[in-house]
């Protein structure tokens, strides 16, 4: 990670080094907080946030979520962000708001504990590596499942809740592989570690509910939204694991990971083990889109 010079915390413009939290703060203790991820692309008029209104208010829909005051307008939020973008000279970045309890309380209980805002913004290449952007990464289902509904909101972005992701991402590392697959509950497929997935069968391109355990994700809309423009089906439908091994075609979509083509699935080839034409279309689309260079859904990009 290239450290810029600003983040934005509680209202003000804080050197990076000085952008600290004390020890005992709830969310560093217990996981209590949530966050966004979202990307900034250089395009042919200026640099613009990838559908940033709608990223921030799902950050305000899940501090509602999980209990934690948020203090700021969605808005507010919305142009901080752009600030930071622009102070500290950025044409292209990742950002992360995060919202947590800080200190003035311990104890599962956080009542009393003072709430923090924060957002950063810096440099960040492909999350999956540009040769898996290219040609695919290998990806393993984990032997950890999918955090339920009844055990957790996983539909909101809470910080604790991930710990669930770092056990099957670093597992999947481990065991050679690129990524991980989480299975629910119910051992049907939920997302990556920190993906959404789709699969092509026959023509037709499948993802998981939310209810099976998938984030709400913003890219896999977007994603979803070009090719049905496109002139593709896309469905949502429950996946199996025997699913994933007929598949003609598997990616993932997310904020970090843009449109990750799946070439590997537990030691199986994904079709003909190449990137397929659905994907490589998913990734034209929505790349030339991100980059305004594709004049579809202009609406989508929020210029610094």
Known sequence: MKPTEYIWMDGEMVPWADANVHILSHGLHYGTGAFEGIRAYETPTGTAVFRLTD????????????????????????????????????????????????TGSMGLNPAGASVHVAIAAWEWGAYLGEEGLRDGIRVAVSSWRRIGQNSFLPDAKGTGGYMNSVLAKTAAIKGGYDEALLLNESGMIAEGSGENLFLVRRGVVHTPPTSAGALDGITRDSVATLLVEDGLTVKESQISRSDLYYADEVF??????????????????????????????????????VKGETGLHTEWLEYV
């Open 55 to 102: 990223h921030m208010d799902r950050l305000r829909r899940s501090t509602k979520a999980f209990g934690i005051p948020l203090n700021y307008e969605v808005e507010h939020l919305v142009e901080t962000a752009k600030e930071l973008v622009r102070v500290n000279g950025l044409k292209s970045a990742y950002v992360r708001p995060i919202v947590f309890f800080g």
């Open 252 to 289: 993932f979509t997310g904020t970090a990971a843009e449109v990750t083509p799946v070439r590997e699935v537990d030691d199986r080839d994904v079709g003909d083990g190449k990137p397929g034409p659905v994907t490589r279309r998913a990734q034209e689309l929505y790349m030339g889109t």
